[in-house]
């Protein structure tokens, strides 16, 4: 099966009530783990690169293992660029063979903003490529976005829909409170429960509904939305690694958000989380081994775990690939 778009993804998932999962990928292990995981659950997917990992890995090699991917899997995969920094950036996925772009001009005026995100969706519509914005700032770390606390703001509503409507754009990335990295807040913006575990501030689902209400039926997106699941940080501390206090957005919530006009939720720190537990993990355990294939596969067989657990507890994708095919067809 081809690459596709993510208009039919989105559109299902809007009407079926759940999300598409759009996870990083920067190597080999990655895509196969996330990859593996989608098809025995049947489940569509999005693969999405960061410009970082387009400078790790190179956009040639970063394409031909998602085409291998597709070879092997019969399930419906976008490819995406996420956080593209720049039109030449995005230029150069849409040229390249990518499905999808994400133009980040989150950080300029809004004015601004439209008036970029205009030229890329320009350019991507005549090439058959979507485009996915962002209005509002996220707080966190990923890659070469770095955005401070002070500096963080949320999605005003009233913007919106003239920034849709102005730019073009086939999906909208909003800010209501996740945020990237692993230690995505602050010990004072947390409580703890009777158990002494951090507990962060709820999302904003009040901006999110009247986000909804302005763009009816648009399709919205979450980044920043990795949940540092307790298992892989207990696993990577006891073997080793120094991850106090990482906390991450409620898996909850983001199965509320999935169930609203939030089409595509990001995953990027949890992939990163479980592969270096099961390489952590595996050093401590097999502390005669060099053999890169031992470790790695460790990895590996965790994010495919995590993915797997995704895909059943927090997208609600599972099962969903034949009715995507059939619209695609």
């Known amino acids: 099966m081809p690459l596709v778009g993510t208009k039919e993804m989105f559109k299902k998932a809007h009407e079926g009530k759940y999300a598409i999962g759009a996870f990083n990928v920067n190597n080999m292990e990655i895509v196969q783990g996330i990859t593996e995981a989608a ?15 387009r400078k790790y890995a190179k956009h040639a090699y970063l394409v031909h293992l998602v085409q291998a991917a597709l070879e092997v899997n019969d399930i419906p995969i976008a490819l995406h660029l996420d956080h593209g920094p720049d039109f030449e950036t995005c230029k150069s996925c849409i040229d390249g063979g990518f499905t999808s772009v994400m133009f980040d001009g989150s950080h300029y005026a809004f004015k601004e903003n439209i008036k970029r995100t205009q ?10 490529v979507v ?8 707080a966190g770390i990923e890659d070469d976005v770095k955005v401070a ?7 005003q509503p009233e913007e919106v829909e003239e920034f849709v409507k102005e730019t073009g754009v086939d999906s909208l990335a909003i800010a209501i409170g996740t945020s990237h990295g692993a230690f995505k807040f ?34 919205i997106v979450l980044h920043g939305a990795s949940s540092v699941i ?25 199965r509320k958000a999935a169930k609203s006009a939030v089409c595509k939720i990001n995953i990027d720190s949890d992939l990163r989380l479980a592969m270096t537990a099961g390489i952590r993990e595996h050093f401590d355990l097999h502390p005669e ?40 067809k």
Do not use: W
């Not at 098809?39 to 990992?53: D, H, T, Y």
């Not at 030229?119 to 058959?128: F, I, R, S, W």
């Not at 606390?149 to 999605?155: D, F, G, K, P, V």
């Open 131 to 138: 485009v996915e914005a962002e209005l509002g700032q996220l």
């Open 119 to 128: 030229e890329v969706v320009a350019y991507a519509h005549e090439h058959g």
């Open 289 to 328: 081994h060099f053999d890169p294939r031992q470790y790695i596969a460790d990895g590996r067989s965790y994010i495919k775990e995590l993915v797997e657990h995704k895909i059943k507890a927090v997208l609600g994708s599972d099962g969903r690939a034949p009715e995507i095919m059939a619209l695609i």
């Open 186 to 219: 602050k010990l004072e913006q947390c409580t703890r429960n009777a158990d002494g575990v951090l507990v962060p501030p709820d999302l904003r689902f009040d901006i999110l509904a009247e986000i909804e209400k302005k763009i009816p039926g648009f399709p």
């Open 39 to 53: 098809a025995e659950l049947n489940s569509p997917i999005i693969l999405q690169c960061s410009a970082g990992a």
């Open 230 to 254: 307790p298992k892989y940080v207990k696993i990577i501390n006891e073997h080793g690694g120094k991850l106090a206090d990482a906390i991450g957005i409620p898996e909850d919530q983001l």
């Open 149 to 155: 606390a002070h500096e963080a703001s949320y999605t």
